[in-house]
């Protein structure tokens, strides 16, 4: 007597354009387990409008259990990357470069606003 109906409703939710808030939404929905290795790059493609490649599907040739795992279990199941950013010690160039890239990580300067004023830009 009451005429109820059940109603879905399916929604695309907001578009996030924002690179800022499209890391946060993903660093949010990945420390939840809810993004794997293959859905990233879906949503990635999707949201940034890229064309990444996608990993071969259940079925195909190349397709591993990984890609469908969330990532935080993916990285263990590939075992540990190997370590990089260090460069070689024995080449004097190279470790330069390491310690600059690691003193800007650091800092967070980049001496792009020394060179501009060296260059007369303000």
Do not use: C
């Not at 993903?26 to 993004?35: A, L, Q, R």
């Amino acid at each position: 007597g009451l005429n109820l109906k059940t109603v879905m409703l399916e929604s695309s939710g907001p578009r996030v354009t924002n690179p800022d808030q499209v890391v946060k939404t993903f660093t949010s929905v990945n420390t939840m387990g809810g993004i794997t290795p293959r859905s990233s790059i879906a949503m990635l493609n999707t949201t940034l409008q890229l064309s990444i490649p996608t990993y071969p599907e259940r079925g195909e040739d190349g397709w591993e259990e990984w890609m469908d795992q969330p990532i935080a279990l993916a990285l263990k199941i590939a075992g540990p990357a190997p370590e990089t950013g260090k460069g070689e010690r024995d080449n004097e160039v190279q470790s330069n470069k390491d310690d600059g890239v690691k003193d800007t990580e650091d800092t967070g300067e980049t001496g792009m606003e020394t060179q501009a004023v060296e260059h007369g830009q303000e």
